[in-house]
């Protein structure tokens, strides 16, 4: 199960992405993408290890 990097609860089967320098990061929320996508570099310290999100 993947967790969304803005708050994170848990993702499933979601709709909502983003790539950010090639790493598709995924989110619970459209609320959740537009912050992420609004300061990614707040947000992309909790996934540094792993590739997708």
Do not use: H, L, W
């Amino acid at each position: 199960m993947e967790i969304c990097p803005v708050c994170n609860k848990e993702v499933d089967q979601s709709i909502f992405s983003s790539v950010i320098d090639g790493v598709v990061y995924r989110f619970c929320c459209e609320r959740c993408q537009r912050n992420f996508t609004a300061e990614p570099r707040k947000f992309m310290n909790c996934c540094e290890d792993s590739t997708d999100r």
